[in-house]
């Protein structure tokens, strides 16, 4: 798995793990955040949400354009320096009023230019270190373990923007509730009813403080917003730390991958044996046949991203906020991380080429396996949960599933026959095809656990009085990972292969437009949040995978014809 692999990778996505972590942290409680602090409503929200995930995945093109001129290494390390700006602006607490906006907006917009700038170069580089043919048949693994890194820092960011925002609210005297911003805002405003009056006195009074348990609703709604706002923008000054240790990453180990850092323009220069120049004809059909590609995962992503919006929103008002039994164990992220490991060195059991190899990373196993339950059966028998923490789930599961994707694909890829002389492992473009299928499994569960309830029109910002319980969204998030694991890691190694080389930087920020297109439309359930019935979000979204694999495979032929080698 990781054996024979160039240490240019280890360190590239290392420092991509800083960069994604502080991120996610970001996003975990972003939308949490604009509507506690600003009292939007889903739809207004949603909008802003959507927008910064489009810029975010839009910047890439022109990141990509520049860096095919000017180099890779430098985007990358101008774009980290224009996001820890960004998030520092981010982290400020500001007043609700228009002066706030504009300021959260501006940190916004500086977080997806240096992401423009950062993201898709550095994978490029990742790519341009199996151009050389010695690592050339790793392209696919590699960039499988370059996203299980990524989402290393997306498995802990929920856990530490939970953890930070306890601390603070912690220190305010407060504790969080879910509906409590929501009611306040509707109090502040004017428009709260009796009954959901009556509920936010009963929430005011189970604060721990019991000067603040005891504060009118005129005095509470606003303190409670104001502390549980700023403890979000605490929140967001964890980006700043992990970039700073990203910076560390690149810079201490650039030796190991500085060779990667060049762009087709200077290794025409340099006279490079892997520079190969494409005829005319052969550059128009690999452009052709990725931008297909691109315009089928635009609804993956709309999909897909739905972790911080409606998916968040159904984790605080339709979902237990409490977890018994075995389920508890998933909301503990050290037990996730050292289950997570254990798959790493189970698989190291077999792997191993000595028989002392073997007996210690079966030692290892057992132990990371004992810690796990250790950790669990130290939890308490009820244990409170927030809506933020469901989102490590997925990238947990990256963690965890990519060896085993890996396993798989390597069995088929060694099983050839006269029909399959290169294996039977699919094509990158068959995999992203199967996973829009997939995906369209996710919202099944999630229209099943729908059944029954009140749209949210009905619930008028409170939260549901016969909530699922969390298996729903825990298995939601699984079937979502193999969905992922095959198309994001697959999508980006083919479009490191078949990008023509002096277009590579631009090819991969096209890759992360249609992200950025996917994005923008996943604001569509929330613009619909209020309007239709719960499960028809889930329908729309499930009826869109399943097109979008239809056209991937209607245009499969095509696609793989211009691209082979």
């Known amino acids: 798995m990781f054996k024979n692999q160039p240490k240019g990778l280890f360190a590239l996505a290392l420092a991509n793990t800083g960069e994604r972590f502080g991120y996610y942290t970001m996003l975990a409680i972003f939308m949490l955040f604009i509507q506690a602090k600003f009292g939007w409503d889903q739809a207004a929200a949603s909008q802003l949400y959507a927008i910064f995930l489009a810029a975010v995945y839009f910047m890439p093109v022109l990141g990509g354009w520049l860096a095919d001129k000017i180099g890779y290494g430098k985007c990358v390390v101008t774009g980290i320096s224009i996001m820890f700006v960004g998030y520092l602006c981010l982290a400020v607490p500001t007043a609700a009023n228009g002066v706030g906006i504009t300021l959260m907006i501006g940190a916004?917009?500086?977080?997806?230019?240096?992401?423009?700038?950062?993201?898709?170069?550095?994978?490029?580089?990742?790519?341009?270190?199996?151009?050389?043919?010695?690592?050339?048949?790793?392209?696919?693994?590699?960039?499988?373990?370059?996203?299980?890194?990524?989402?290393?820092?997306?498995?802990?960011?929920?856990?530490?923007?939970?953890?930070?925002?306890?601390?603070?609210?912690?220190?305010?005297?407060?504790?969080?509730?879910?509906?409590?911003?929501?009611?306040?805002?509707?109090?502040?405003?004017?428009?709260?009813?009796?009954?959901?009056?009556?509920?936010?006195?009963?929430?005011?009074?189970?604060?721990?403080?019991?000067?603040?348990?005891?504060?009118?609703?005129?005095?509470?709604?606003?303190?409670?917003?104001?502390?549980?706002?700023?403890?979000?923008?605490?929140?967001?000054?964890?980006?700043?730390?992990?970039?700073?240790?990203?910076?560390?990453?690149?810079?201490?180990?650039?030796?190991?991958?500085?060779?990667?850092?060049?762009n087709a323009k200077q290794a025409k220069a340099a006279g490079s044996e892997q520079y190969v120049e494409l005829s005319a004809k052969q550059t128009k059909d690999r452009i052709i046949a990725l931008v297909l590609v691109f315009a089928v995962v635009i609804f993956f992503w709309m999909a897909f991203h739905q972790n911080g919006s409606s998916l968040t929103w159904f984790a605080r008002d339709y979902t237990q906020a409490t977890a018994s039994g075995w389920v508890r164990i998933g909301f503990n992220i050290w037990a996730l991380a050292l289950i997570a490991a254990s798959i790493y060195s189970l698989f190291s059991i077999f792997q191993s080429e000595s028989a002392k190899g073997k007996v210690v990373s079966g030692v290892i196993t057992a132990a990371l396996w004992g810690g796990a339950y250790a950790i669990y059966a130290g939890m308490p028998a009820t244990l409170d949960i927030q809506p933020q923490l469901f989102q490590q789930f997925n990238p947990f599961y990256v963690v965890a599933l990519t060896p085993v994707s890996m396993a798989i694909f390597s069995a088929l890829a060694s099983k050839k026959s006269k029909r399959y002389p290169?294996?039977?492992?699919?094509?990158?473009?068959?995999?992203?095809?199967?996973?829009?299928?997939?995906?369209?499994?996710?919202?099944?569960?999630?229209?099943?656990?729908?059944?029954?309830?009140?749209?949210?029109?009905?619930?008028?910002?409170?939260?549901?009085?016969?909530?699922?319980?969390?298996?729903?969204?825990?298995?939601?998030?699984?079937?979502?990972?193999?969905?992922?694991?095959?198309?994001?890691?697959?999508?980006?190694?083919?479009?490191?292969?078949?990008?023509?080389?002096?277009?590579?930087?631009?090819m991969m920020g096209l890759w992360f437009a249609s992200t950025a297109i996917g994005n923008y439309l996943s604001s569509i359930p929330g613009l619909l949040w209020n309007k239709v019935p719960l499960w028809a979000n889930w329908a729309i979204l499930m009826s869109l995978c399943i097109i979008a694999a239809i056209m991937m495979f209607a245009m499969l032929k095509k696609i793989e014809a211009a691209t082979a080698e």
């Not at 423009?116 to 994978?123: A, D, I, R, V």
């Not at 923008?233 to 964890?238: C, E, T, Y």
């Not at 997939?438 to 309830?453: F, K, P, T």
């Open 108 to 262: 916004l917009l500086l977080i997806a230019v240096g992401t423009g700038l950062f993201k898709g170069n550095l994978q490029v580089m990742v790519g341009n270190l199996y151009d050389d043919p010695k690592y050339a048949h790793k392209r696919d693994s590699a960039f499988s373990l370059f996203y299980m890194a990524i989402n290393v820092g997306a498995m802990f960011a929920p856990s530490a923007a939970t953890a930070i925002t306890n601390k603070f609210l912690g220190k305010a005297g407060l504790i969080y509730k879910a509906d409590i911003p929501a009611l306040a805002h509707q109090y502040i405003n004017g428009t709260i009813s009796a009954a959901n009056t009556e509920s936010l006195q009963s929430l005011a009074s189970q604060m721990p403080d019991a000067s603040i348990a005891g504060m009118g609703l005129d005095q509470f709604c606003p303190y409670y917003i104001e502390h549980l706002a700023s403890s979000y923008n605490m929140g967001f000054a964890v980006a700043c730390v992990s970039l700073i240790a990203s910076v560390l990453i690149y810079f201490s180990c650039r030796s190991w991958f500085r060779h990667a850092d060049v």
């Open 422 to 506: 290169k294996g039977m492992e699919p094509s990158a473009p068959k995999k992203i095809g199967l996973g829009m299928f997939v995906a369209a499994c996710g919202y099944l569960i999630m229209i099943l656990a729908s059944r029954g309830q009140m749209s949210p029109a009905e619930l008028g910002g409170t939260v549901s009085p016969d909530p699922v319980v969390p298996t729903y969204l825990i298995s939601t998030y699984l079937v979502l990972t193999f969905a992922e694991l095959l198309l994001s890691p697959m999508g980006i190694s083919f479009v490191s292969k078949v990008a023509p080389p002096k277009y590579k930087g631009l």
